[in-house]
């Protein structure tokens, strides 16, 4: 249903709409062009209902709105705010139809004092990191290549855990993961992660570490903002990366880490080979394996039969040793068929006495010989010179 | 023996073999250890599934490695 304006008419007409039509219609236009946005402003009248969900008004100098916080979202705000207090609040416009009143759906709220205090603190941190070297690129160590064992340091709960099995699972599932679970936010997180990291240098093996969380709001990052988790970080005696989710924010342990990955998939993915490329890899090889030693093995052949008219009986049978450990190792190898010569078509002729022909001089006119092939030998005889 | 000791040696045996200062003698036991180097670089590129642990560090400060999910 489309809203139409017709200024021109007077009295009530069939184009009498209901209040639900109005509402639902209002509803439909600003839910539908307001993206959530950041507000700030100052909390009025806020009541805590039962079951945890906060009412209150947000106001500046000239206007007011109301706003909705749902339990699941005011849980995470910490204590409710005086009244007066300078928030920012993310939060999405929208009509509640029941009473058609404009309201602001809200799910994050940080006073705005908060912002300024943690801002300083992290530039404080920022600083004395920075003094200390610890973001120094001479100090970044590059990730193994082809690692076997991998740390994943954050919480078994989270959503980054999830993750980084399911991209390891794909790329390199030969690896071994050890994940050191810990707090990644609240109360006790520095020091979970603190601990985790440390524990880490303790686990044996491990080749290089991942510390990281799912994406989250800025406050919810703040353990990796810590000065602690940065300098436990930094003595990580493998190389590092630090994965915290979040693409456009970067936290401290972005900085300190040997690598920093926009999220914990990413982390996963620069942790790990892939095992398609080690498998191409592998059969390249293989191929230059058989090459290598074909070519070795020929001008081997080719140096003693220069010199067959001083071999002594010892040699030819070193050299026959040779052949036969030679043909044994080839054959252990299917995939190097260059080495499978009589495979591809070729045949030796052998004289009567076992010997392989190589000269013309060694065909005489009507002398019977054999052709070895692939799958045995036939009978043959010498036509002409 | 890990797989990247594996993929090195076998890049270094590969590099002496295309060479040709090599006894015969010697080539043939280095292709012998490329191929057994090979066959576990594959084995081991199959393992089926990542294997996940977790580690719990003990009253006495042991630390105790056990299987996610096990």
């Known amino acids: 249903m489309a809203l139409s304006f017709q200024f021109g008419s007077l009295t009530p007409t069939d184009e009498v709409w209901s209040v639900s039509q109005l509402t639902s219609a209002v509803k439909r236009l600003v839910e539908g062009e307001l993206v959530p946005l950041w507000i ?57 139809e029941a009473k058609g009143e404009f309201q602001l759906n ?20 920022r600083e004395l990191l920075r003094r200390d070297g610890l973001f120094d690129q001479a100090r970044k160590r590059p990730i193994p290549a082809l690692a ?28 071994r993961l050890v994940v050191v679970n810990a707090r990644v936010q609240g109360d006790g997180a520095v020091h979970a992660l603190v601990r985790a990291l440390r524990l880490v240098n303790r686990i044996a093996g491990i080749e290089v570490c ?8 800025r406050e919810d990052l703040s353990a990796f903002n810590s000065e ?55 059969a390249d090889l293989a191929a230059r394996l058989a090459g290598g030693l074909g070519g070795r093995t020929r001008l ?11 071999l002594h009986g010892s040699v030819e049978a070193a050299l026959r040793r040779e052949r036969h450990r030679a043909d044994r190792l080839a054959g252990q190898l299917d995939a190097l068929s260059p080495l499978r010569i009589l495979d591809r078509g070729y045949a030796v002729p052998v004289g009567p006495d076992g010997h392989v022909l190589k000269r013309r001089a060694e065909f005489a006119p009507g002398a019977p010989f054999r052709l070895r092939v692939a799958d045995g030998d036939v009978a043959a005889r010498v036509e002409s010179p | 023996m890990s797989i990247a000791k594996d993929l090195n040696r076998l890049e270094e045996i590969v590099r002496k073999l295309e060479g040709e200062d090599v006894e015969l003698d010697a080539a043939l036991a280095l292709f012998e250890e490329g191929v057994s180097r090979l066959r576990a670089a594959r084995e081991h590129l199959e393992a089926a599934e990542v294997k996940v642990q977790t580690v719990l560090e003990e009253a006495g400060g042991d630390l105790r490695l056990s299987d996610l999910d096990g």
């Not at chain 1, 991942?210 to 709001?217: A, D, E, F, K, L």
């Not at chain 1, 690598?259 to 620069?270: F, K, Q």
């Not at chain 1, 081997?300 to 001083?310: G, I, K, M, S, V």
Request: charged share 25%.
């Open chain 1, 228 to 282: 602690a988790v940065c300098r436990a970080l930094a003595a990580v005696r493998v190389p590092t990366i630090s994965a915290v989710g979040h693409e456009t924010d970067i936290s401290l342990t972005d900085l300190v880490a040997d690598l920093r990955a926009p999220t914990p998939s990413a982390a996963a993915e620069m942790a790990v080979a892939d095992r398609r490329e080690v498998s191409r890899q592998l």
């Open chain 1, 210 to 217: 991942i510390v990281g969380r799912g994406g989250g709001g």
């Open chain 1, 106 to 125: 809200v799910t994050r709220m940080i006073p705005t004092a908060a912002i300024g205090a943690a801002q300083r603190e992290l530039e404080r941190v």
């Open chain 1, 300 to 310: 081997a052949a080719e140096r003693l039969a220069r010199t067959a008219d001083r």
């Open chain 1, 40 to 96: 700030r402003g100052e909390v009025v009248g806020l009541k805590v209902w039962s079951s945890g969900h906060w009412y209150f008004g947000l106001r500046d100098r000239s206007s007011q709105v109301r706003c909705c916080m749902w339990s699941r979202y005011s849980q995470t705000a910490g204590e409710p705010p005086k009244e007066g207090t300078e928030v920012f609040v993310l939060g999405k416009p929208g009509i509640y």
């Open chain 1, 148 to 175: 076997s064992s991998v740390a994943v340091v954050t919480s078994t709960a989270g959503a980054a855990l999830r993750d980084v099995i399911t991209v390891v699972g794909k790329r390199w599932p030969c690896c």
